[in-house]
């Protein structure tokens, strides 16, 4: 089974853009743009709000509140810039 590293710190830099920080050691930006302004992702247009993304003390994620999460193991692939597949071949 592939393990991904547990995502640990999280901040929001500018306009839809994360820092993101792993327990690896692994840390750095995420673009989230492609998503702004379309369904539930237009909270973000609201920059105090984006401001305000915090990891969950009750479950891994990425979130702004109950309603607004994303998957950490999706946004550390992201940051790597590998797929799923490509992360598992060299685990």
């Known amino acids: 089974m592939v393990t991904i590293p547990k ?3 999280v ?3 500018a306009p839809y ?6 327990a690896n050691g692994e840390s750095g930006v995420v673009d989230l743009s492609k998503w702004s302004g379309t369904g539930i992702f237009k909270k973000w247009d609201d920059r105090e709000y984006f401001q305000k ?3 969950p003390t009750d479950h891994q994620a990425v979130a702004w509140d109950h309603e607004l999460e994303l998957c950490p193991n999706s946004l550390y692939l992201e940051l790597i810039g590998e ?3 490509e992360y598992a071949a060299h685990q």
């Open 53 to 55: 993304v915090f990891i």
């Open 7 to 9: 995502i640990i710190e």
């Open 17 to 22: 853009t994360l820092w993101l920080k792993y």
């Open 83 to 85: 797929k799923y597949e």
């Open 11 to 13: 901040k929001a830099i």
